[in-house]
């Protein structure tokens, strides 16, 4: 298994630009999240799916879209980046949304926004 | 809501010290709690856990007990390794009545620095 795969490992984008980062996971979780690291933040929750086609918002979703077609695959779209964006993202998996199963995660994809 | 309340870092510490991080937190309904682990320049991995009060998670030579009373999960370890320097995340885990609640809700995470 190769766990959660992030791609970019590293991305600088300029102000206004939009991409894609992707995450997907070959341990067939129905739970998967998006997570960004700041430093002295923690990780905080972007946005969060329950299994295929079921997305909702976490904590801080602005700028943000998501979408789940496949059990698989995550991936997190920024629209218009701005600098507030730059951050390390982090995409998590776990087998459901049991509060006792815990959570995998992905090396981070670590983004800078000029 | 919820939330995290961890010891402020960074710890620096010689090797073979006794280590301790301190975590305690705010819950609606009934908490499972974690500790994460952040090597430089990877991913965080699952530490240890517990799911219920006066549960001790362990691994590694880290452990940890749920306290239910204090509302605490601190972080010890007895003789620490110069490969334990990392960033340490305590973090909490709900499911509200209505079952919509999944997230994981982190401290700010406590950096570890071990000196040989």
């Known amino acids: 298994n190769a766990g959660v795969t992030q791609t970019p490992k590293f991305q600088v984008l300029k102000t206004g630009q939009s991409m894609t980062l992707q995450c997907a996971q070959d341990m067939n979780h129905e739970y998967m999240s998006w997570y960004r690291q700041d430093p002295g933040m923690g990780l905080r929750l972007i946005h969060y799916?329950?299994?295929?086609?079921?997305?909702d918002q976490g904590e801080v979703p602005n700028g943000y879209n998501v979408s789940r077609s496949t059990t698989e695959d995550f991936p997190l779209r920024l629209l218009s980046a701005a600098p507030s964006q730059t951050s390390v993202y982090f995409c998590?998996?776990?087998?459901?949304?049991?509060?006792?199963?815990?959570?995998?995660f992905g090396p981070g994809t670590r983004l800078t926004v000029l | 809501g919820n939330s995290v309340t961890q010891m402020e870092g960074p710890v620096t510490l010689s090797e073979e010290a006794f280590l301790t991080i301190n975590c305690t937190y705010t819950?609606?309904?009934?908490?499972?709690l974690f500790w994460y682990v952040q090597y430089p320049g990877e991913g965080l991995q699952l530490l240890l856990k517990a799911t219920k009060a006066d549960d001790k998670g362990s691994n590694k030579g880290f452990e940890a007990t749920y306290r239910k009373e204090t509302t605490s999960f601190h972080l010890e370890k007895g003789s620490v390794q110069v490969s334990d320097s990392a960033v340490y995340f305590c973090a909490l885990r709900t499911i509200n009545s209505g079952g919509s609640n999944y997230k994981l809700t982190f401290g700010k995470g406590t950096l570890l620095t071990v000196n040989p």
């Open positions: 799916s329950v299994g295929a086609g079921i997305t």
């Open positions: 819950a609606t309904g009934y908490p499972s």
């Open positions: 998590a998996s776990s087998y459901d949304f049991t509060s006792y199963n815990e959570q995998f």
